[in-house]
Nanobody, 123 residues
Framework: QVQLVESGGGLVQPGGSLRLSCAAS????????IGWFRQAPGKEREGVSC????????YYADSVKGRFTISRDNVKNTVYLQMVSLKPEDTGVYYC????????????????WGQGTQVTVSS
């Protein structure tokens, strides 16, 4: 099974930027859609963004549209989430996950998950 490792989280002030990375253990270009999810303390995990195989189509939650950009480098087997204009409500543990079909933003539709990386937006 594919293994995923997230990185790039940290503490940032409101209005700041971060780029998260999701490195996969195997070739993912033509197999998996990759999603980013987040979970804030006391809240359910929610879908943030997703990118289809080959990087053709991308999807975003309304709360992050215009601020987050998902991309994938199929040579490096890595998916990125560029986050700008960060807000305190973006705080949470960010996870990436894969599914063998087209994108969705519902966590229950994804198969393999990474361990997550913490993002804290605070002054």
């Amino acid at each position: 099974q594919v293994q995923l490792v997230e990185s790039g989280g940290g503490l940032v002030q409101p209005g700041g930027s971060l780029r998260l990375s999701c490195a996969a253990s195997e070739f993912i270009a033509d197999v998996y859609a990759i999603g980013w999810f987040r979970q804030a303390p006391g809240k359910e995990r929610e879908g943030v963004s997703c990118i289809n195989r080959y990087g053709g189509d991308t999807y975003y939650a309304d709360s992050v549209k215009g601020r987050f950009t998902i991309s994938r480098d199929n040579v490096k087997n890595t998916v990125y989430l560029q986050m700008v204009s960060l807000k305190p409500e973006d705080t949470g543990v960010y996870y990436c996950a894969t599914r063998s079909f087209l994108c969705k933003l519902s966590p229950e539709d994804f198969d393999y998950w990474g361990q997550g990386t913490q993002v804290t937006v605070s002054s």
